[in-house]
């Protein structure tokens, strides 16, 4: 479960994202409207990083990335960089389990990077919060 889609060589359409996530598309779709729409960005579809992540939407506001969202089987994956000052003021707004994310996140600079899974509605809310966030700095 959980499987990306990881064929470099076949660029997926966004349906064809959107198909994969299963149970999980209802919401891979909203995710990537709202940033659309609320968050004005640009919606590329990529392969970054290495063969381990897979397939992705790349959201971006003029050449900055806000967000790269992963297609996952079953759900997806959105993989995003805050400042510890942005974390701290979302952190008691959000679920315990979104709260241990932020404390595991990977280092950078003055913060760090979350790969935050995102498999029901409480899950979707607080990426919102987390994008958000982003979206306003």
């Known amino acids: 479960m959980y499987e990306r889609m990881l064929d470099k060589q076949n660029k997926p359409a966004f349906d064809d994202m959107a198909a994969y996530c299963g149970k999980g598309m209802e919401l891979f779709i909203r995710i990537n409207e709202w940033?659309?729409?609320?968050?004005?960005?640009?919606?590329?579809?990529?392969?970054?990083?290495?063969?381990?992540?897979?397939?992705?939407?790349?959201?971006?506001?003029?050449?900055?990335?806000?967000c790269n969202v992963f297609a996952e089987n079953g759900a997806f994956t959105v993989m995003i960089r805050l400042s510890n000052a942005q974390f701290h003021l979302v952190y008691d707004q959000v679920e315990k389990e979104t709260q241990e994310c932020i404390d595991n996140k990977y280092p950078c600079g003055d913060g760090g990077w979350i790969h935050y899974r995102v498999a029901g509605e409480a899950h979707f809310c607080d990426i919102q919060k987390l994008l958000e966030m982003k979206c306003l700095s």
Request: hydrophobic share 30%; glycine share 6%.
């Open 35 to 66: 940033l659309s729409d609320t968050c004005s960005t640009v919606q590329e579809i990529t392969f970054p990083y290495g063969n381990k992540y897979g397939w992705a939407v790349a959201h971006r506001k003029k050449k900055k990335l806000i």
